[in-house]
């Protein structure tokens, strides 16, 4: 295997890089913390040494190291359960929790980057096994980053809905967002606190499918979580008045989003909301069957 040097060490060059380019904090911060970067670099490391060794061990008819494939597979899937476990706890101190669907999502992303690494090492050290041009393999690492790029890009609100801002108002001591109730505040003075300083954005779907997506109450709880998340909150304890709260039009399946933010900027709330990722285990397509073009006609 030795001859193999060169293509062992470019894929898993490219397979590290892919792995550091992927891991990225941001809002939401994941990983957050020093010891959750040093994890996930060395699972990437050794997911590029696994990608990077395939070909090399299948061409010396070492067809016990492709088994260890498998194994990181299994490994692979504990990072997930890992990642699920940890924001799970995490998300009991949350004023505005994630909700169990973000999370899943979130835990998924980890597991299934590791699988991108595996195949940006595997093209890397296959372009250097066949060809010997080690410029050539790191342009094709590259390009693999790229193509990694691009499938990390989920679908986003904006992509699904139309998000603009919405009027808050009373009815009484109920909150309305535009036609959207939202919720009785008994209170005065906490009917004025929330004139004054809350904000409402109403999202209106663009199809059946993303009105289907917008009812999914794990959607709902991820687009209460960026905006607060991105904006702040002035909720506490012992304030639920303050409580970001989505809540739809149960004639027309537009959806209204409440909060009382700690930076008052509308237009910022407008791009936040647009920018919430569609959430895998919320997505529903009822325009894919026959029932549902006609329902929808």
């Known amino acids: 295997m030795e001859q193999y040097g060169m293509t062992i060490g470019l894929g898993i060059l490219m397979g590290t890089l892919a792995r550091a380019y992927m891991l990225r904090s941001d809002y939401r911060q ?3 913390y020093p010891h959750g970067y040093v994890t996930h670099m060395s699972l990437g490391f050794i997911a590029a040494a ?11 008819k070492e067809f016990a190291a492709v088994t260890f494939l498998a194994l990181a597979a299994q490994q692979f899937r504990e990072v997930r359960n890992m990642e699920r476990e940890s924001l799970a706890a995490l998300d009991e101190a949350e004023l505005v929790p994630r909700g169990q669907d973000y999370i899943e999502g979130i835990a998924r992303v980890f597991e299934q980057r590791n699988y991108l690494v595996i195949v940006t090492a595997l093209a890397t050290s296959s ?25 990390m890009k989920g679908k986003i609100l904006g992509d699904i809905a139309k998000v603009e801002a919405g009027r808050l108002h009373f009815e009484g001591p109920l909150l309305k967002v535009n036609e959207i109730e939202i919720m009785n505040v008994g209170l005065p003075e906490m009917r004025e606190k929330i004139l004054r300083d809350g904000l409402a954005v109403v999202i209106h779907p663009k199809d059946d499918n993303a009105r289907s997506t917008l009812h999914n109450m794990g959607q709902r709880q991820a687009i209460a979580n960026v905006a ?13 008045e303050f409580t970001p709260m989505v809540r ?11 909060c009382v933010p700690a930076e008052k900027d509308i237009e910022s709330l407008v791009a936040a909301v647009e920018r919430v990722p569609v959430l895998e285990s919320a997505r529903r397509a009822p325009l894919k069957t026959k029932a549902g073009r006609i329902a929808a006609d």
Do not use: C, H, M, Q
């Open 30 to 32: 994941y990983p957050g």
């Open 248 to 258: 739809k039009n149960i004639d027309i399946g537009s959806i209204a989003l409440f």
């Open 228 to 240: 607060t998340a991105i904006l702040g909150t002035k909720k506490d304890i012992d304030t639920p």
């Open 50 to 60: 696994l990608g990077s060794v395939a070909l090399p061990a299948i061409a010396e």
């Open 127 to 151: 372009v250097n096994f066949f060809t010997r041009w080690p410029l050539l393999s790191i342009l094709t690492g590259f390009a693999f980053l790229g193509v990694s790029e691009y499938l």
